[in-house]
């Protein structure tokens, strides 16, 4: 159980291009999802949390108008990348938190590769 | 602030050795603990957690980490190291109420040598 998914694994785009990236929770109803951005070698970033049918809450410094985040179902949280840069370059990662497991517990999507060129 | 520190971001042992790996946290709260794995262009996974019941937490893969509040650690341990061990080791915390944001430490790359 406990299962999250993301689509697509790698993505390659031309700069100035949006990129939407999806998680989805499989097999639990995720009432709140996590963005991270992880860069080679580093630790985890968290980006934004967002909660089923609300406005994200982003953290100190990421722009919420370059990640837009949407989470309109208990299942399912978008991540659009909007006109992309070769800053933008980076391993996305997104996390679910919900029933199962427990709910201080977030598990993990395999990641996103995002290269802009 | 609250804060997660792992002590080595390179830890190297041989196959069979024991498994060390330090975690200190710093919190005014009661922390929740998390240690995680990450493979090469993998998401993480869940080792185990501490989230205030026993101290002495049994994970998965043969690991154990042991919460100690005086010594504000959750060092992870494994008696004998397998070489399907190297990963990536995140350890991370949380905080009860909120929504539960986990601050993670920088990571200890665990390498298993024959």
């Known amino acids: 159980g406990a299962v999250v998914s993301q689509h697509p694994s790698r993505v390659i785009c031309k700069s100035g291009t949006s990129v939407k990236i999806e998680c989805r929770s499989l097999d639990f109803q995720a009432t709140t999802m996590f963005w991270y951005r992880q860069f080679p070698k580093q630790s985890l970033m968290l980006m934004a949390t967002s909660n089923e049918g609300s406005k994200a809450t982003y953290e100190q410094g990421v722009e919420k108008d370059k990640f837009l985040i949407n989470h309109a179902s208990l299942t399912l949280s978008t991540l659009t990348v909007t006109s992309a840069h070769p800053e933008d370059s980076s391993f996305y990662i997104c996390?679910?938190?919900?029933?199962?497991?427990?709910?201080?517990?977030?598990?993990f999507g395999p990641g996103t590769r995002l290269t802009v060129l | 602030a609250q804060s997660v520190t792992q002590l080595g971001s390179h830890v190297s042992v041989s196959e069979g050795a024991l498994v060390l790996l330090r975690c200190n946290y710093s919190s005014s709260v009661p922390p929740y603990l998390f240690w995680y794995v990450q493979y090469p262009n993998q998401g993480l996974q869940l080792l185990l957690k501490?989230?205030?019941?026993?101290?002495l937490v049994k994970g998965i893969n043969g690991f154990e980490a042991e919460f100690k509040k005086s010594e504000t650690s959750f060092h992870l341990t494994k008696p004998s190291a397998h070489m399907s061990d190297a990963a990536e080791y995140f350890c991370a915390v949380s905080f009860s109420g909120g929504y539960n944001k986990l601050i993670f430490g920088a990571g200890t790359r665990l390498a298993v040598h024959p």
């Open positions: 501490y989230t205030s019941a026993a101290t």
């Open positions: 996390s679910a938190r919900g029933a199962s497991g427990g709910a201080d517990t977030q598990y």
